[in-house]
């Protein structure tokens, strides 16, 4: 005689049915991360991870899956905006940073740049030469330092000279000058040997009222 086969099991008890808490995080980081990035989105992922494994474990005593995979989804979401809005804001800095470290390559080569300019002259009656190039290699070894790089190309540029000056001219007299003009200003070397970063409208005038004269 066969058994009868066993009684179903009691229904369960709605009262029983829980939210994953892993589910439940795993949301708000998930919404966090659109300003924590990836500090909201790692929680994001492994709690949505670690909440629909153990929603799929519980044989029905946990829900919220939905939730998880929201947090998932949101996180990654978050992520990019995160990233491209935290990008925007150091943009920014990052280009003044190059800009200055820019600036101080510059204003070192050109500083070099004059002093051999100034020490051919001094073998030549005071007269600077006529071309840059020829102070290598008597007055400078490295004919790297002749020119610059264009921060958007990073192509090379020659050093504006400007010849048939002498070291009787007045010291503010530009003798050397960047191609380069970066945030309004560019690097200009004197007759007098002084080295700055000019601004744009005052290395324009001194170019076109001729101060470039004795």
Not at 14 to 32: C, D, E, R
Not at 108 to 135: N, W
Not at 157 to 169: A, K, M, N, R, V
Request: proline content about 8%; hydrophobic content about 40%.
């Amino acid at each position: 005689m066969n058994e009868a086969p066993p009684p179903p099991p009691p229904p369960m008890n709605p009262g029983q049915v829980k939210t994953s808490l892993a589910a439940i995080w795993s949301l708000v980081f998930g919404i966090l991360s659109f300003c924590l990035s990836i500090f909201g989105f790692i929680p994001a992922l492994i709690l949505g991870i670690v909440g629909i494994a153990k929603i799929n474990g519980s044989e029905g005593r946990l829900q919220g899956k939905g939730l998880a995979i929201a947090g998932i989804i949101s996180g990654s979401v978050g992520l990019i905006f995160g990233t491209g809005f935290l990008a925007a804001i150091l943009m920014p800095a990052f280009s003044s940073v190059r800009d200055r470290a820019d600036f101080a390559r510059e204003i070192s080569h050109v500083k070099q740049l004059s002093i051999a300019c100034r020490s051919y002259a001094l073998d030549h009656d005071g007269v600077f030469p006529q071309k840059l190039r020829e102070l290598v290699p008597d007055y400078m070894d490295d004919e790297v330092l002749l020119k610059t790089t264009k921060p958007k190309t990073g192509e090379t540029e020659d050093y504006i000279y400007f010849p048939g000056l002498t070291d009787t001219h007045n010291g503010t007299v530009p003798l050397i000058a960047s191609p380069v003009v970066r945030r309004g200003k560019r690097v200009v070397g004197m007759v007098g040997g002084q080295v700055r970063a000019m601004r744009e409208v005052e290395y324009q005038d001194a170019i076109a009222h001729g101060k470039n004269k004795p």
